[in-house]
Structure formats: C-alpha cells, structure tokens
C-alpha cells in the first residue's frame, strides 16, 4: 500500500464520509476541480481554458529556446539572432566604457609621460671652430622650464583668461568650451591639456582623428598629473614667435625679464602672442601685438582677474630685446655635421656649444679660393680632411644663401678618372709592378670600345705612364686583366658604399656616381695606408681595448703603397695634373668624365687630402674644362695657403720623384710659399718673381737684371 499512498488526497469530504479518494493516474480520469484554471468555475461540465495552457507551452517554449541558444558558441551568429534594441544598447555601452579605459591604459604603457617635459623644437646648438671660434648657431632658442608655483598670480591668470578659463575644472576637454566656439564661431575650443597634447605627441594635421586622439590624450594627462604640472610644461614648451620656445626663453628675449619677474602688461602681451606667434610679434609687428594685449586684458576683465580700472591703468609694455651676436644659421659644414651631433645629444632645454674638426683658416682660405676662380655659371665643391678623416674645410657650392645644397656630401656625381686609383691599386696588390707593361692601342672589340683623349695611343705602356696620362684604354685592359671583383672589393676597403656594378668595364672609368666627401675619403685612406677613413666632424674618442679588437682596419702592403704613391706623384708632377704641382712632394690624380660634365682633382700633401669638384647642377657639359685644368688651379691655391699657415707640417718626403729641392738650389720654376695669404716667391731663369695681395687684388713683383717690375695677376693664375 505504500506505493500508492503518494496518489491518495484528502479532503473534508472524505473525512465526512470517513474515507479518501485517490488520484487518477491520468489527466482525463482526474475528478473534475471547481477551483481548477481549466474549469469554468462552476458546478457545471464546462469547457477548459486552452488560452492559458497554449500560454504556458509557449513560455516554455521560449525558454527551451533561449536555452539552446545560450549553449551555442558566442561567435556563432546564432547566437546573437533576435536580440531586443536594448540588449545590444547595454552591450554596446558598455563595450565602450571598457574600450576607453583599455586605450587609456595603453596609453599609460607606451607613450611616454616624459615626453610632455622634452622641448618640442631642437635647443639651440653652436658649433665652434676647433681653435673656438663660432662658426654656426641653430636650433630654436629653449630655456630651461618654468615652475607654476614660482610664477606670479597675473602671469597665470593672463593665460587661463585668453586660452582656458575653466582649466583648473575641467577634465582635459571642455564641453562648454567646445559649444561655445561652435556658437560664437570663434576659437577652437581646445584645453590647455588638449594644446599640451597635441604639439607634444600629435601632428598638426585638422583632422577628426586628430582631435579624437587629442582628447583621448587629454584625458590621460589628466589622470597621470597635476593641474599645475600640466600648465607648466605647457608654458615651457609653447611657441611664442621669433623662434622662441617657452614662456622662459620669450620673458628674457622680449623684455629681458625672468618669467617670475614679469609686471601684469608685460605677461598679457605674451600669453597673446599663442593665437598666432609669428603674426602677433612684437619685434616684427608691434600694432598688432599691442591690440592682441588689449584683448588679453578684455579677456581678464571677463574673467574677474582685473577691473576696468586696473585694466585702464595698465601702460603698453617696453620692448628690452638684447643685441646677441649674429651667427650664420647655416653652411654647408654646419648643416652636413649638425644632424650628427643632434644624433647624440641627449634631449634637454640646455642650450648646446660644440667643438667640431674645422679649422676657421682653412675655412675661410677654402670660401676664398672658390670663390676667386673662373666658374661661370658652373658650381664647385671642396672637402679638406686629415688622413684620420677630420674635415678641417668643406664647400658646397659658390654661395649658399642662394642654394644650400651641399654638392660635397649630397651630389652623387661621376668620378671620372679619379676612380683609376682602385684599379692601379688592386692590380699592385695582385703582384703588379709600376714598370709592368699593358697594351694602349684602341680597343676595337667588344661592346664597350672606350677611347683615350685626342686619340693619343701607342703599342705598349707601364702602368706609370698610363695612370700618369689617364689612359682610358689601358685602365680597362687592366681592370679587365685584375678583375671587377677585386677592384670593387678594393674599393669597398677603402671606404666607397655607393654602388659599383660588377662586370662593367666602363667602371673602371669611373662611369658609377659617389660623393665627392665618399672620394676623399679613399684617397685619405691611400694617405694613410689605413683604411676604411670615416670622415668625422667630431674629435673622436679614444676607442677601448674591446673596440681596438673589434673594428676592423686594412691597408695595402709596404710595396703596393710605395708604388702607387710613386705613381700618384708622376701624375701631379709630369701628367695631367701639372697645375696642381707643388714645392713639397704631393700625390694626386685628375678627373673627367663624359662630355666635360665633371671635373675633379684629388690628391693630398703634407696631412691635408682635399677633393675638388667643378660642375653644373643640371648635369650639362662644361665648357671643356677637365680635371687637369680649373680643379687643379683651385687644388693647388688651396693648398698652397694651407700649407704656408703655422704651424707648417713637414714634408714626408722629396717634392718630386728626381731629387729633394734645397733652399739655395732651388729649380726653375718652383714655388716657395711665404705666408698664410697665399704670397709665394717663384724661382725663374731670368730672376725671381713674388706674388701676394695688396687689399685684395693679386699683384707680381719681378726682379731681374732690369730691375724690378710690378703688374696685376689674374686670380687663376
């Protein structure tokens, strides 16, 4: 009986009749229930409310529904279907929040906070000479940053009245602010932090993203620091015209007044100027800066930092600009060694002095020579270097305020024959003589048939001869003969980057582009017989032990240098560089390339190796100037001079391969020089001539049995 006592129930009936009744085992034998939802609620049979049942199956049917769709993966699409409007709404909102606070903390992790206290423009850097003379100054004029406690009420209430009046209450961007320059049309509606932001990380571009990402910015400044550590590494950085950076650096310029000094007009005046610095400048136009002042203190009055009265009462500041000694801002030294010394610099606001290789006499000795020669319309270049590689003088061009592109380290040019030095070099080092033989007759197979100038051929000719007469012929004979993997290794060795074609006989002619600071680079280190040369504007710091085993220098053998400089010394002195020839022994070699479009000349003396180019910009002939003409007149004036300034270097060795040249047997025709001027006395068969300068015009004093004759010189003579 136990098993169905779970379907007896009980009511007060049975009780009255003193019995139970039992459950029926299925819906349809169930005693009807007056009570029941399906009833009709009174004694008699009534039909059952199926609306209510057909209710109830639909709200399980749902769930059954909501249910499998719940197990389903969440990047099935099934997943999502059907969602109500405000499901996705809640999602999306909050997917939001959480993206925001996701860039935010990757802000907080990858753009650095220390970036607000950099300057936002290069600090001025001078460079001096290397005896100390100040060359060149750039760079913007940035002092050292200002502290918002330090400073006094009205300079900061000057500020927050023009460009942020709810600084101290918003959260980096201003709503109201925003509304208010869509209403007015006037401003842009942009914080302080949101300024902080932009001319610290961002661009100036005007760009929805832009300013997305400004706020974005603004906000984390915001929760990363104070209200007056951002105004003040905005006051430190902003640009105030006349290229001053920082509210520092423009109090001492304008008004000669530190910052915490500053009076109440003085301080509207330049919290005006950050509109528009350049146009609102009081040194360049002062009306205007005075209106923008009034406006600045209309602004205050506003604001309830100043009365009409005080206002009324505020005189029209003084300028107080200090003279400061007027640099160039550029040359073409300058701009070549600045970005390697900002390269290294660590960023800070303190102004930078540095000490570079040039040498202000050869310098100037250099800028005066060039610009004395014969160029025509044709442009020129110089580089002067030690053999270690200190460029002691460089020009780019004749005058760099009307083109300051730098033709000694920016032009890829030709280098003609000049280029022979790799070939003559790599042949010695494979076991040639400066005596060994090599055919000059034309070539007159193959695909490239190159040609020596005005056909000048004979059947046989010694190396000497042939780097000393430039001839094309036997120079690609020999490249052929050495091979083009070990003449461009050989001059890989020696410093060249630029590409070299393999295989190419016209290589050997100097037919691939280089610089010309590239080339005397090479020669510098054939000078040296250590190579490669790097060329430094710098002193270089004594290298450890680590970096002595680890960097790798070559040279040639004893007999391949001795050889090739006694080749190089025939060149200058009886081939085609004997324009360039001096008193001491000197090495070089000319160049010319295709239809007289470059003209070179590069050799070294004493401790000086300098390059000298001679072209148009355009790549257009010259007017048959080769490299043994006009570049080995300018070579050989420089050096002249450089060579007579004190202290002299010493003559290595005899100035000429026949003999050394004594003071009191001197040979025809040589030249002594006097004095750093260029002045020079000249030993002739009939007498002595001295030439020098007299307020700058080239004058000839000649002595000889007729006495003594005076007459003008050319300046390329």
């Known amino acids: 009986m136990g098993l169905f ?14 019995g139970a009744d039992y459950f029926p085992l299925y819906e349809s034998q169930r005693a009807y229930d007056p009570d029941d939802d399906f009833g009709g609620g009174t004694t008699s049979r009534a039909a059952p409310k199926f609306s209510k049942w057909d209710a109830k199956l639909s709200q399980l049917d ?50 650095p906070l220390s970036k607000s206290l950099e300057p936002i423009a290069a600090p001025q850097v001078t460079l001096l000479a290397s005896d ?10 940035v002092d050292e940053p200002v502290e918002v406690a330090d400073l006094p009420p ?30 007015t049309r006037r401003g842009g509606g942009s914080t302080i932090t949101q300024q902080l932001a932009k001319f610290t990380f961002l661009t100036p571009e005007q760009t929805l993203t832009r300013k ?45 007044r530190k910052p915490e000094n500053l009076k109440p007009e003085q301080a509207a005046m330049l919290a005006g100027l950050l509109q528009a610095p350049s146009r609102y400048a009081p040194t360049k136009n002062w009306d205007k800066a005075t209106a923008r002042m009034k406006q600045v203190t209309g602004a205050m009055v506003d604001a309830g930092y100043l009365t009409e009265a005080e206002r009324a009462a505020l005189p029209t500041p003084k300028l107080d600009v200090r003279t400061r000694d007027d640099l160039p801002t550029g040359t073409y030294f300058a701009d070549w060694a600045l970005p390697i010394a900002r390269k290294d610099m660590e960023t800070s606001y303190a102004r930078q002095v540095i000490t570079t290789t040039l040498d202000a006499r050869l310098q100037a000795l250099a800028s005066r020579v060039t610009s004395r020669a014969s160029l025509g319309d044709a442009q020129v270049a110089l580089v002067a270097m030690r053999p270690t590689g200190e460029v002691v003088a460089m020009v780019g061009g004749k005058d760099y305020a009307t083109s300051p592109f730098n033709r000694a380290t920016q032009a890829k040019r030709q280098p003609g024959s000049t280029f022979k030095l790799f070939v003559y070099l790599a042949a010695l080092e494979a076991g040639w003589s400066p005596d060994d033989t090599i055919p000059n007759t034309p070539i007159e197979t193959g695909s490239y ?23 094309n012929v036997a120079a690609v004979r020999l490249f052929n003969e050495v091979g083009s993997e070990n003449v461009i290794r050989m001059a890989r060795s020696l410093g060249v980057t630029s590409p070299l074609p393999k295989g190419d006989p016209s290589l050997a002619l100097g037919t691939s582009s280089m610089t010309l600071l590239e080339l005397t680079a090479a020669y510098a280190g054939v000078a040296a017989n250590e190579f490669p040369v790097r060329p430094h504007a710098f002193e270089q710091d004594d290298e450890g032990w680590w970096a002595w085993l680890t960097t790798q220098e070559d040279s040639v053998s004893d007999r391949a240098h001795d050889d090739l400089e006694q080749m190089l010394r025939t060149a200058i002195n009886r081939g085609t560089g004997r324009a360039a020839t001096l008193p001491i022994a000197n090495y070089g070699k000319t160049g010319t390339t295709q239809n007289y479009r470059d003209a070179l000349f590069v050799g070294y003396a004493g401790d000086l190796v300098v390059g000298i180019w001679v072209g148009n910009d355009d790549n257009s002939p010259l007017d048959k100037v080769t490299g043994g003409g006009l570049p080995a007149r300018i070579w050989k004036q420089f050096m002249r001079g450089a060579l007579s300034l004190k202290p002299a270097p010493r003559p290595s060795a005899s ?59 050319g300046p390329d003579e």
């Open 5 to 18: 006592e779970r379907f007896r129930r009980r009511s007060s009936d049975d009780d009255a009749r003193g």
């Open 62 to 111: 749902r769930s059954v529904e909501l249910e499998e769709r719940r197990r389903l993966p969440w990047w099935r699409p099934d997943h999502y279907r059907g969602r109500r409007k405000r499901w996705w709404a809640v999602r999306a909102f909050a997917l939001a929040i959480l993206l925001f606070f996701a860039l935010v903390a990757w802000l907080a992790i990858t753009a």
């Open 132 to 141: 100390g003379t100040p060359i060149a100054r750039s760079g913007a004029m």
């Open 154 to 183: 009205h300079v900061i209430e000057a500020f927050l009245a023009i460009e942020d009046r709810r600084f101290y209450s918003h959260w980096g961007v201003d709503p109201r602010g925003i509304a208010r320059a869509v209403w």
């Open 212 to 256: 997305a990402r400004e706020a974005l910015i603004a906000f984390w400044l915001e929760s990363w620091l104070t209200k007056d550590e951002i105004l003040g590494r905005y006051l430190s950085n902003a640009y105030f015209g006349d290229n001053q950076y920082g509210l520092r650096a423009a109090s001492l310029h304008y008004f000669y």
């Open 449 to 471: 048939r190159p040609k020596n100038s005005r056909e000048n051929y004979s059947d046989e000719i010694t190396l000497e001869q042939a780097l000393s007469t430039s001839s």
């Open 655 to 713: 100035p000429d391969p026949q003999g050394p040249v004594q003071p009191l047997d001197v040979e025809e025709g040589a030249e002594i020089p006097l004095d750093e001027n260029g002045s020079r006395i000249r030993f002739e068969q009939d007498g002595v001539a001295i030439e020098t300068e007299i307020e700058g015009m080239p004058i000839e004093f000649r002595l000889s049995e007729d006495g003594i004759a005076v007459e003008p010189i």
